[in-house]
């Protein structure tokens, strides 16, 4: 499921990310990544407080505060890792995250439905009540940033010394 996400991003980040000349070519899998991260710690979050209606209305509106909660986070974040300037970040996040919220709505209910995405399959992947540093999403995190290159010192997992490495 994670897999599929990130390719929903991939494919919704192509314009807005990749063909961009403000997002450097060295960073591109970095701010999908970002992208991705982004929405699900906000989920996770929200499910872990369980406010999972929350998740339901930022699918429905991308005016919804939990929406725009996740393109500042997510804009603020490119900005700092990545030195995106603060107009291009804004545009990429304004254009990116509504783009996804509503392709994973779009998935519907059923698996087999256009993308395949079911919000309580995500949300029960994020781990249920246990929070945000639960291992659900940690292992999700680590999976899918050692298949972007992100496993920078080659130890399994993506943390901080990843990012530090990124850097020299």
């Not at 540093?133 to 130890?155: A, E, P, T, V």
């Amino acid at each position: 499921m994670f897999e599929q996400l990130t390719q929903l991003i991939q494919q919704s980040g192509l314009q807005s990310v990749i063909n961009n000349p403000e997002v450097p070519n060295e960073h591109n899998d970095a701010v999908i990544a970002e992208a991705q991260n982004s929405i699900l710690s906000t989920f996770s979050q929200l499910n872990a407080n369980g406010e999972t209606q929350q998740v339901n209305e930022a699918l429905e509106s991308a005016d919804h505060p939990v929406t725009q909660n996740i393109q500042q986070n997510f804009a603020g974040n490119i900005m700092e890792k990545f030195g995106i300037n603060s107009a291009t970040a804004t545009s990429i996040a304004a254009t990116l995250i509504p783009t996804v919220l509503n392709a994973i709505k779009g998935g519907g209910g059923a698996s087999g439905a256009s993308g395949g995405f079911n919000i309580q399959d995500i949300l029960s992947s994020l781990g249920g009540n246990s929070g945000f540093g639960s291992g659900n999403i940690q292992s999700s995190i680590n999976n899918i940033g050692g298949k972007l290159g992100l496993d920078k010192d080659g130890d399994g997992d993506v943390d901080l010394n990843d990012i530090t490495k990124m850097f020299r």
